[in-house]
């Protein structure tokens, strides 16, 4: 079994990695900035037709209003930024929103934000994916008639990548967002040169099409309502923006200096990138519908259930480039695979969160332990299972899934930045250099807007989307919250009833007092080798009393048994019990509830023989009696149960197997922390 998993799983992820290699795996800005940032970053593809969809609604003449809401967008998101800059520098541990709002606002308020956090990572997955199926659909058809399929394959893809490790998925994944990054910049540049210098007309595929508009003449509460939905679409732009204060630790040192200039970066490329696009769309008229084969109209006939409605970057492109033109199929490549790799953004933000929660006890412990290639494997693998369910039940479709979007994104801005104004007015309560509180009154300033800010777009958020697909991540989020909740109290009961007293009167309890008798039971079912290893180490014990244990399925094999016993003169007494319907562990498991009901302070000890082999196969044809029994025998109070391995020559096979390969890191030898002997062996010889 051994061999079968670990020779596939070494091809696909590569060589493990000792524990003390973790500082290799620390990321430079150049590399982090695509890593973290690759999905705000990456929005602005999708985050702009957002807008235009939502103004749709009310017709063409409502366009005129995306650079006014682009300029929401842009205030919303220099905000958060400098607000997070606060937030890295405070919390470097790599605790984040979660970490900030546990620590000054309560467990309650940190186990929101982070049941927030972890249906967002989820969902940037989900979301970057479907957006990415659907622009690589504009050129490749297959992609589109096969959506689900493909963007379970692309997760399966970047799940195996992320696998290999956080600084080797990296480098794998800057030059897209570089390229991606360049060709809008160019984009941008080259249609501001044509339309202003040059004078060019430049028009989008869809510029001559006509809108119905679903509700024409909006004025007065319709249309600021509308406005405001158009503008929490546009908050997409912003999504991720939270990673990098998630991501402090992956950093190189100085790891807060350089996680604030990588945000400060970050923020300023996607304002830029957002703006841009939408100034080219109002420019080249381009023309979106929520509802495109009903609403979208040609020459005066609806574009029908055929037409593919591109999005606005590819549109944009198209205009500004020429269709087929070379920096058009580049931009729209590049955008695809950025919009991919934007999920690698929650693929370093949801496991790492994972593993803190992990040890706050919060979330199971395996996902605090890192895998061979010193990454937070376990986490990795749920996030992945997640965002493929929720993909395969909205059909990857982004339109569908974007509305379930941003709400938790909000949660944890809103909440993480009022736990930062708690931060600085308990520092300041304590600090009396001035110099020092002028720095902390300036943050406290920026918190308190973040928080007022944010505060007030999630309420627009919650009212705007929740009847369009709002409530199913608010749902997820009650979710976490109580499952996580659930876990906590299990941990915390669990430690408690285990723990061991402090009193020395109150630890004389059962744990502590020394058993009257220990009875032992060999479980035998014929003589052989493993059955006389197991008596001859039960004898060894020297119990108060020892007896062997038969069970009498078959007349004829145990009157067999009988005789051998006699016949070899084996100075134990047997006992032989008797199964009328022909089950084994059901009779065992009266026989050792009945001794321990006559004698209960009486420990009772069954040994059990078995064979050790060497392949997996042959796991399926021995021991399931044994395991049976033990599993059992677990829930029997005073019953200890002890096996007694006996190696068929086909584990002998395994070892020399194992030998072969004993340069190589075993899988979960770097859960088990650094080894140093080797160190210790090498200082220890002579020079």
């Known amino acids: 079994m051994s061999k079968l998993t670990d020779v596939p799983k070494r091809i ?57 809401i682009a300029v929401a967008v842009v205030v919303l998101m220099f905000t958060v930024v400098a607000s997070y800059r606060q937030n890295v520098h405070a919390y470097p541990s790599g605790g984040g929103d979660y970490e900030v709002a546990n ?97 060019d007309t430049m028009r989008a595929p869809t510029a001559d099409y006509e809108i119905k508009p ?40 100085p790891k807060s200096k350089n996680a604030g200039n990588t945000l400060a970066m970050m923020g300023l490329l996607a304002v830029t990138m957002f703006c841009g696009i939408i100034a080219l769309a109002s420019a080249t008229d381009v023309r979106m519908s929520e509802n495109p084969a009903t609403d979208l109209f040609h020459n005066g006939v609806a574009v029908g259930a055929d037409y593919v409605q591109h999005p606005v970057i590819s549109q944009v492109a198209e205009a500004v480039f020429g269709e087929g033109s070379f920096l058009f199929i580049v931009l729209a490549a590049a955008t695809a695979l950025v919009l991919f790799l934007a999920a690698n953004t929650a693929y370093n933000g949801f496991p790492l969160l994972g593993s803190i929660l992990a040890q706050d006890r919060y979330l199971p412990r395996q996902l605090h332990t890192r895998g061979d290639r010193l990454a ?18 909205y059909g990857a479709d982004s339109t569908r899934l974007i509305q379930l979007y941003i709400v938790g994104v909000f949660v944890s801005f809103t909440l993480s930045q009022i736990g930062m ?38 309420v627009v958020v919650l009212a705007t989307k929740f009847t369009h697909g709002a ?15 659930a876990i906590r109290k299990h941990y915390d009961r669990v430690a408690e009833e285990i723990a061991a007293p402090e009193d020395p009167e109150e630890a004389q309890n059962d744990d502590m007092v020394r058993p009257s008798r220990v009875h032992s039971v060999v479980l035998i079912s014929k003589i052989h080798r493993p059955t006389l290893r197991a008596l001859a180490y039960a004898k060894l014990m020297r119990s108060d009393s020892l007896e062997a244990l038969s069970v009498n399925v078959d007349p004829v094999e145990t009157k067999a048994l009988r005789d051998e016993w006699e016949r070899r003169g084996i100075a134990v007494p ?30 009772v000890s069954v040994i059990i023989p078995e064979y050790v082999v060497g392949h997996w196969y ?70």
Request: proline fraction near 5%.
């Open 12 to 68: 696909l992820i590569g060589r493990a990695l000792r524990s003390d290699r973790l500082g290799e795996t620390l990321l430079p800005k150049r590399i982090a900035l695509p890593v973290f940032a690759s999905d705000p970053l990456s929005s602005v593809a999708y985050a702009p037709g957002e807008v235009l969809l939502v103004l749709s609604i009310a017709g063409v003449s409502a366009y005129h209003f995306s650079p006014w």
């Open 103 to 199: 620590t000054n606002l309560g467990p309650k308020a940190g186990l929101t934000v982070a049941s927030a956090l972890l249906v967002d990572y989820v969902l940037t997955v989900a979301v970057s994916i479907s957006s990415g199926i659907e622009n690589l659909g504009s050129a490749v058809p297959f992609v589109v008639e096969h959506k689900v399929l493909c963007a379970v394959a692309v997760i399966l893809l970047l799940t195996l990548m992320n696998l290999r490790g956080v600084k080797e998925s990296g480098k794998l994944f800057a030059i897209p967002t570089y390229v991606f990054v360049g060709g809008v910049f160019i984009m941008i540049a080259w249609g501001a040169f044509r339309g202003l210098v040059l004078g």
């Open 214 to 253: 679903e509700h024409g003449g909006l004025a007065g509460f319709a249309l600021i309502f509308l406005l405001l939905r158009a503008f929490s679409s546009g908050c997409a732009a912003l999504t991720g923006v939270e990673a990098i204060s998630n991501g402090v630790p992956a950093f190189r040192k």
């Open 376 to 393: 937070f494997s376990n986490g990795i693998v749920l996030l992945a299972g997640a965002a493929i369910l929720l993909v395969f039940v």
């Open 421 to 458: 104004v708690r931060h600085w007015n308990r520092h300041l309560a304590t600090e009396r250099d001035q110099a020092a509180r002028r720095r902390m009154i300036r943050s406290r300033a920026i918190n308190a807007f973040g928080a007022f800010f944010t505060g007030l777009v999630l």
């Open 471 to 485: 409530w199913v991540a608010l749902l997820g989020m009650c979710i976490f919250f109580a499952t996580m909740t």
């Open 574 to 603: 047997l006992k032989v019990l008797d199964s009328p319907y022909r089950e084994i562990t059901r009779p065992v498991m009266e026989y050792v509830k009945s001794l321990r009901k006559e004698s209960p302070r009486d420990a």
């Open 618 to 687: 042959e796991h399926l044809l021995h021991n399931q009696s044994a395991l049976r029994l033990k599993g059992r025998l677990l829930f029997t109070p005073g019953v200890m149960v002890t096996s007694v391995p006996y190696q068929l020559q086909s584990s002998e096979a395994a070892k020399k197997r194992a030998r072969k390969r004993q340069d190589w890191n075993a899988p979960g030898a770097v859960r088990r922390g650094p080894l140093h002997h080797d160190r210790a062996k090498d200082s220890s010889q002579p020079k």
